[in-house]
Nanobody, 121 residues
């Protein structure tokens, strides 16, 4: 069993900062990509940022220059530092991990439960 547990999020004024953290636990043989997706009110879930085990990053155009993703491979954690937040960043943010579990011979996508980020104008 693999679990992703998120922390952080909350309410912040426009221009402020928040930090989201996610820790993967369980019987894990390896983690490939990790990242964050978000789903705003009435919108589809969209990619925010991802990072490979080698540190290669990918960002949505809407967050480039404002958000920074990082990970600690030894601790199986990923962090999203969000600066210069805008009201349009308001969404539920989901942690994601591409995991090879010990008990399986194939990789599986796992998701966190989601954490609310609300940016007031």
């Amino acid at each position: 069993q693999v679990q992703l547990v998120e922390s952080g999020g909350g309410l912040v004024q426009a221009g402020g900062s928040l930090r989201l953290s996610c820790a993967a636990s369980g019987r894990i043989l390896g983690i490939y990509a990790m990242g964050w997706y978000r789903q705003g009110p009435g919108k589809q879930r969209e990619l925010v940022a991802t990072i490979t085990s080698g540190g290669r990053t990918n960002y949505a155009d809407s967050v480039k220059g404002r958000f920074t993703i990082s990970r600690d491979n030894a601790k199986n954690t990923v962090v999203l530092q969000m600066n210069s937040l805008k009201p349009e960043d308001t969404a539920v943010y989901y942690c994601y991990a591409d995991v090879l579990p010990v008990t399986l011979s194939r990789r599986i996508d796992y998701w966190g439960q989601g954490t609310q980020v609300t940016v007031s104008s």
